[in-house]
């Protein structure tokens, strides 16, 4: 018999939203006919990994020498683990070394290998709304709660609500920019009021909470917009990401941690969050592709169909009269359901399904009264759901 905590979870009409959608798109597509269907429902890139990624793989391939397919340190192979830190060093403007970076399988068991470093039962993580749906489990898995908090209207952090939820309780503050679901970014002027919040409930409480930045959409950015490095600002700070999304590499399931090398934790946060990760199930990160990004990382990559996409599908929904927040970064324009729903964003999104579109509702991601498209489709299918879009909005509830 399984758990009851799993029969609840798979009785639950939110949880899996985007994976029931994609499904369901399947089931539509093979009815219809795929070119009928406009699936917007997975945030699945469908860019080609670059020459410089397939180059590496087709290296790494040929190399017969003993021992290629074995075991490495559970934290990855030290050339990987030292490229990451270049990397970093790069993004962050400080000085990081191989020690301070873990090889991970994607940024998902970055993330919940470092919730489990740092929790006990009972204690919280706190997150601005919405936030990706996975962070409730990656926190329920190790016993703790996930702590939502609100955003402004326009999606920016709300510093103010952030500091109402820490208490003796709160281990660690996720941040996700870009933000999945709202493309947002946000600005060095938050991070520093973020983190200056962290600061002084540490010097209160005797307990830092760390800050974990989830930054697998770092690169894909619009508009001229930057993401300000958070490592000078705080201590207790740690990066997860992966190359699902930049490197259009999700099935591989490659990522890594990086503390920052000023944490007075940082060896003890090393040592914990690498036996949090081995005994996870995972034991350490794919060897191949530990060798592939090691080798590719720094691959410039063209973003410029996805900004074009972008701008096609805010045409769309401007034509609808769809309200949104302009995404800054990643491939989600997190949408506002239409005044005749109210904020029933599941009504809605049958709504869309029967016009033949495929969404995500909000409340999947911590937020009622809104949807989420992804745009990392065929321009065809943006161009062509213009007209359903249009009567799926001027719908009747």
Known sequence: MISEYFKNLLNDKTASAIRKMFEEGKILKAKYGADKVYDFSLGNPDLDPPKEVLDAIAEVARDQSHGAHGYMSNAGYDECRAAMAQKESQEQGVAVDASCVIMTVGAASAISSTIKALIMPGEEVVVPSPFFAEYTHYAKNHGGTLVPVPTKKDFSLDVGTIKAALNKKTVAVIINSPNNPTGKIYSAAEIRELCSALKEFGKESGRYPYLICD????AIVYDGAELPPVFPEYEYTVIVTSFAKNLSLPGERVGYICVNPANPEKAEFIAAATMAFRISGCVNAPAFFQKVVAKSWNAPVDYSSYLKRRDLLMDVLDNAGIEYVRPQGAFYIFAKVPKAFGDDDGAFVEVLEKNLILCAPGKGFGMKGYFRIAY???????????????KAAKAAR
Do not use: Q
């Open 215 to 218: 930054e697998p959409y770092r």
């Open 376 to 390: 990392c489709v065929d321009e065809k299918t943006i161009i062509n759901s213009r007209e359903a879009f249009y």
